[in-house]
């Protein structure tokens, strides 16, 4: 008799809260203050209470005067609110590196550089007691993460800066929109108390509370809004008054898992699928207005016999469904629908202006030539696709794409024709970074390309996610993703995070190369991955060593230089 599956409960929302410790007499208290207070239970459903939600996505921490809370260009998955003391937004200058607990890579010279092919063995992943790397300014505790501002006064001397109290929100941006930190907060008051809510969480506050969604809605027309439009050149022509009525008609969503790197980790390792994509905008449809990427990417596909090809992928900053919009409104006779669907690729934030405000107030203020061209019908079904499908084959396209290879900035590209495998790139490697090759010679390949397991320094980065100490962040000489080794407390948060398999856990020596241990007899483990030898004025070392030109770092969201590479 075969034997019987074992039967368990399906994970819930709610297995891990957000603090396992949190008391009911807290969340009493949270209900008592605006804007829980004025929030209605009934319109929260049963398996979502408001109750609950305060209960299991929130808890409540306490920052030391100079402690700081938030760091500029961070990622983040949580927003704060003030329940007691106060809290500084530095708003100008931006806080250094060495002050928000960040190493800054210093630039190797020529000569520096080739001394390090005779600089002699040393062991691999070596480390000092390296705290002095952190700067003058800042102070890391040993019992936990927290990164302190050792001399206020004199950053609030050289620092423009603001102060929010208490039931003031900061941080919801960030946490709803996968947009990296806009400023740096730290506490301004002793003890200073707030309520960090995650970010779904603060989702369905939104989602079932009108109140809540509007004032954040209002935070970001106020303060970010503006600005972003005013970026994209068929808005620098409206005038302040119409600019505000565009604002107004304003419409934010957001689509897909917020964490779709472990679900794409997830289901690539079981069998070998990706995750499922919604649909933003269908083809055929009406087109409700037009649609720009505010953060993430999105797949532009066109139907094709009994299925779908890729066309093109969108990220922040890019524009779909003005052409269709632009022509309806040229020739009102004609109208069509909309001749492409749009997919979210993991995780997309999109602000819609719709349709009948971009014929009213915007269009009419743009000249002539500026205006897309109009969409000529089709005859032929079977005819080549426009866009990114005619410089690079299909085949090609849909494995960049579904393997999210164009969130990459400096993706590792090898063409397997020219390697000869003679590891000269990895032994370069190893010579920059003390021994240890800080990427592998292997990953996903489709005809002579393959894109190696090495870090492709993301768009957006979901690996900065979470770190607790800011240790992984962006360089602020050329934006390259790096781990400062003095703040990296090895918890394992940007590993699991990464879904390309880039970033791996090594076990640290001593200076003599012994293996360094905790109290419990565990390694000691750091985070390492290819910084795009950043120190190195010379460039990577990988793609400098190869004798055959057959590795190169591309940015993937270049389609121009990706399609002339794959034609060398």
């Avoid at 020529?110 to 062991?123: D, P, Y």
């Avoid at 969480?201 to 600005?227: C, P, Q, V, W």
Wanted: glycine share 6%; aromatic share 8%.
């Amino acid at each position: 008799m075969p034997k019987s599956l074992p039967i368990i409960d399906r994970p819930q929302r709610w297995d891990a809260a957000f603090d396992p410790d949190m008391l009911d007499a807290v969340v009493d208290a949270l209900l008592s203050v605006p804007p829980f207070s004025l929030m209605q239970p009934k319109n929260f459903p049963a398996k979502l209470s408001l109750r609950d939600i305060l209960k299991n996505d929130t808890r409540v921490k306490t920052f030391r005067r100079g402690e700081i809370v938030l760091r500029q260009g961070d990622y983040g998955t949580s927003a704060f609110m003030v329940l007691s003391g106060t809290v500084r937004v530095v708003l100008n200058p931006g806080l250094s590196s060495s002050v928000l607990g960040r190493h800054t890579s210093p630039r190797k010279g020529i000569f520096a550089t080739i001394a390090q092919l005779w600089s002699g063995s040393k062991e691999p992943e070596s480390s000092k007691q390296s705290r002095q790397n952190l700067g003058p300014d800042v102070l890391l505790e040993e019992d936990e993460p927290r990164v302190f501002l050792q001399d206020v006064p004199r950053v609030l001397n050289k620092h423009k800066t603001a102060v929010m109290g208490q039931g003031e929100f900061f941080g919801e941006l960030a946490a709803l929109t996968r947009m990296p930190r806009a400023a740096s907060v730290f506490a301004d008051s002793d003890d200073a108390s707030l309520l960090e809510i995650r970010w779904q969480g603060l989702r369905d506050l939104m989602k079932f509370d009108d109140s809540l969604r509007k004032h954040i809605d209002h935070l970001y027309r106020e303060n970010a809004l503006r600005t972003a439009l005013r970026e994209i050149p068929i808005f620098r022509g409206l005038s302040q008054e119409s600019l505000a009525k565009v604002i107004a008609s304003v419409e934010f969503a957001t689509y897909g898992d917020y964490d779709w790197s472990g679900d794409y980790k997830r289901r690539a390792q079981a069998d070998g699928s990706h995750a499922e994509e919604p649909v933003i905008a269908l083809e055929g449809d009406y087109p409700n207005g037009v649609i720009f990427i505010r953060s993430g990417f999105a797949r532009v596909s066109q139907k094709f016999g009994n299925g779908e090809r890729t066309l093109n992928y969108l990220g922040a900053g890019k524009v779909y469904g003005l052409q269709t919009i632009a022509h309806n409104w040229r020739k009102p006779e004609d109208r069509i629908p909309l001749q492409y669907t749009l997919r979210v690729m993991g995780y997309t934030h999109v602000i819609t202006v719709p349709t009948d405000v971009m014929e009213t107030v915007v269009l009419p203020t743009v000249p002539k030539e500026q205006l897309p061209p109009l969409i000529m019908p089709v005859e032929n079904e079977e005819a080549a696709p426009s866009g990114p499908a005619q410089k690079i084959s299909e085949e090609m396209l849909e494995f960049v794409t579904d393997n999210r290879f164009l969130n990459g900035t400096a993706a590792m590209l090898i063409d397997l024709d020219r390697c000869t495998r003679c590891d000269d790139c990895v032994r370069a490697c190893a010579v920059t970074h003390d021994n240890n090759p800080r990427f592998l010679r292997h990953g996903p390949s489709s005809g002579k390309l393959m894109v190696a397991n090495a870090c492709m320094h993301c768009a957006d980065p979901v690996c900065m996610i979470g770190c607790p100490t800011g240790a992984i962040h962006r360089d602020e000489f050329e934006g390259e993703v790096v781990i400062n080794p003095a703040t990296c407390i090895g918890c394992q948060i940007c590993f699991n995070h990464c879904p390309y398999d880039a970033i791996r856990m090594v076990e640290i020596r001593n200076e003599e190369g012994e293996f360094l241990i905790d109290k419990e007899s565990k390694p000691i483990l750091r985070a390492t991955k290819c910084d795009l030898c950043v120190g190195q004025s010379t460039g990577p070392a990988c793609q400098r060593a190869c004798p055959h030109g057959a590795l190169a770092r591309v940015n993937m969201s270049d389609i121009d230089t990706f399609a002339n590479w794959l034609k060398q």
